[in-house]
């Protein structure tokens, strides 16, 4: 089979969605890669979801239409739907690369496509306040370089530039720990750059049907212990003219904070001058009077006062990037765990339907296992589970049909899509937390089908009232009240409905704000930051004000969270 020797508005279409494909399937160990600038392991995510707006946007775009029409929406749709550090400057590539290929009448040819790797990563590096060499930018260089090697050759055809560009940017992804010591550190390379490796690997496959995308195949364990305590080597600070850092560590700084800024072009330099003394990772890419603005920051309200001072911020979204460290520590000690995923030697017949689950802390994953749960995927809030982790599980277990237990809401669309990835049937019960999961587990029956099981775990999951208890990151306005940094809040399906200066007065209020006649039982499970002094307080305050209802405790050990509530 012949290889194209240019790529169409279509041909770029399926580029899209295969790169889309790549990064779900390879997103999780892109995530564990993560390193930069704090181990947040969200990169593989982001980039993921990036690509996600990209085919969406694509999808309103007629098949058969130009690659005018195509190179507009990829850029639009990366730009309105660019998440995280990495999915703001991966943005910025496909702008870059539609910028050239959105003009070529006659196709992306050899040239077309070595000049749109070369403004790509222009663009990125411009947009980037303060580029970091070891990072997505130098494999986006590399593969501009070897591109236009490529194009250099007597004869060069679009294949060809395309596996140069891949050799060379391959050769300096692996080059990455030497560029940036937190990498060879951690004893990874970087993960945007491998991200950005799986956009040349789509094109290679459309060009020529026999290249395969990779598939994933794991990657070591990262020392995130080593990597927080880097010091000394300069990385991505500001310094003033005699050497000396003016600027925290970035890895000390607390919050991502996104938004899209509808501001005029002629603002933006003050824009940024303003964002440069208040944080790092800053990345604002866009044009035309939209833009979309990525900054680490320990100063929420400056980073969102400078947007309202410019323009009109919208879709503001801000991380606490503490929390997805502790996150990723408990997913990186759970998988490492020697009984990590198995639900344990289980005899007798094969059962009808098998039980997968999404589990949060070791504690949990006991009661998951002692309820039934053939095989178990660590994960949470803000380290999602791809739909390649979920596939893995459910391939693993016997049984041909599966089901499966997000529990949690952001896990459920990645769930649904096994079912179309498997041979076997595989279904979804909508739990969107760990005891609604736990009450859709009393009602799993091994021995029917996987929709039988479905209706009546969904039913008995309904049935219960989820709650938490937390901390408050920062200060917001909510329902209940002004929440201030630090406050305890306990938080329900309608959002935060306590707040108090102590775990023990904000779980009661919301037990108190929930609980009606109908309630016979509370189950309460104990995460980290939980104390036998204050749960017994809340059993005692239970048993004086509703003695009709009794309590379940057990011990859960889930990260952040050290009140799971259940209420039926």
């Known amino acids: 089979m012949t290889s194209l020797a240019t790529l169409g508005a279509d041909d770029l279409r399926t580029v899209m969605g295969r790169f889309r494909d790549a990064l779900r399937q390879h997103q999780g160990d892109i995530n564990r890669l993560n390193v930069y600038p704090v181990p947040d392991g969200d990169t593989g995510t982001n980039m993921a979801l990036t690509l996600e707006a990209v085919v969406a946007e694509l999808e309103g775009v007629p098949v058969g239409s130009g690659l005018p029409l195509v190179c507009k929406a990829i850029g639009h749709g990366s730009l309105m739907g660019a998440r995280g550090n990495s999915g703001v400057i991966l943005s910025q590539l496909l702008r870059g690369m539609c910028d050239r290929m959105g003009v070529a009448e006659s196709g992306v040819d050899a040239t077309v496509l070595s000049d749109a790797l070369g403004h790509a990563s222009d663009l990125a590096r411009r947009a980037v306040v303060r580029p970091v060499e070891g990072t997505i930018l130098t494999v986006a260089a590399a593969a501009a370089a070897g591109a236009a090697a490529g194009v250099g050759e007597a004869g060069a055809t679009l294949i060809g530039v395309i596996e140069r560009a891949h050799g060379v940017a391959a050769d300096a992804l692996a080059r990455t720990p030497e560029m940036l010591p937190v990498l060879a550190q951690a ?7 491998t991200g950005f490796l799986l956009l040349l690997d789509a094109c290679w496959a459309v060009v020529d049907a026999t290249h395969l995308l990779p598939e994933p195949s794991g990657v070591p364990d990262v020392d995130l212990s080593r990597v927080s305590a880097v010091e000394g080597d300069g990385y991505n600070r500001r310094k003033d003219d005699r050497g000396a850092s003016d600027q925290p560590h970035v890895g000390d700084l607390r919050y991502e904070v996104m938004y899209l800024l509808y501001a005029p072009d002629d603002s933006m330099p003050d824009f940024k001058e303003v964002w440069a003394g208040i944080g790092d990772s800053i990345v604002v890419v866009g044009g035309d009077g939209l833009w979309n603005c990525h900054i680490h920051t320990d100063d929420i309200g400056a980073a969102i006062e400078a947007g309202v001072e410019t323009g009109r911020p919208q879709r503001i979204r801000v991380t606490d990037l503490a929390e997805q460290v502790e996150e990723e520590r408990w997913v990186r000690e759970a998988s490492s765990a020697p009984d990590a995923g198995a639900g344990g030697a289980r005899e007798g017949p094969t059962p009808t339907t098998s039980v997968v689950a999404v589990v949060t802390g070791d504690g949990i994953g006991r009661i998951f296992r002692s309820l039934g749960v053939h095989h178990q995927v660590v994960g949470g809030q803000s380290m999602n589970p791809s739909t390649h982790d979920l596939l893995k599980a459910v391939e693993l277990v016997d049984s041909d049909e599966v089901v499966i237990l997000p529990n949690n809401k952001n896990i459920r669309p990645v769930a649904e899509q096994v079912d179309a990835l498997s041979e076997k049937t595989v279904r979804v019960v909508a739990t969107g937390s760990i005891l609604e999961g736990f009450a859709a587990l009393l009602a799993y029956d091994p021995a029917v089908g996987a929709d039988v099981n479905v209706a009546s775990m969904g039913e008995s999951a309904a049935r219960v009232v989820p709650a938490e208890v937390t901390r408050a990151v920062r200060d917001t306005t909510t329902d209940a009240g002004e929440v201030r940094q630090g406050d305890w809040i306990g938080i329900s399906r309608d959002g935060v409905i306590s707040i ?21 039982l509370v189950t309460l499970i104990e995460g980290e930051g939980s104390k036998a002094a204050d749960t017994r307080r809340i059993s005692e305050w239970l048993s ?3 003695p009709d209802v009794a309590l379940e405790v057990h011990h859960g050990g889930q990260p952040l969270y050290p009140y799971l509530l259940g209420i039926e």
């Open 544 to 546: 004086e004000e509703y």
């Open 187 to 193: 004893g990874v390379v970087d993960a945007g750059g």
């Open 500 to 520: 108090a200066d102590s775990v023990v007065i904000a779980t009661r209020l919301l037990l108190s704000r929930l609980l009606t006649d109908q309630h016979e």
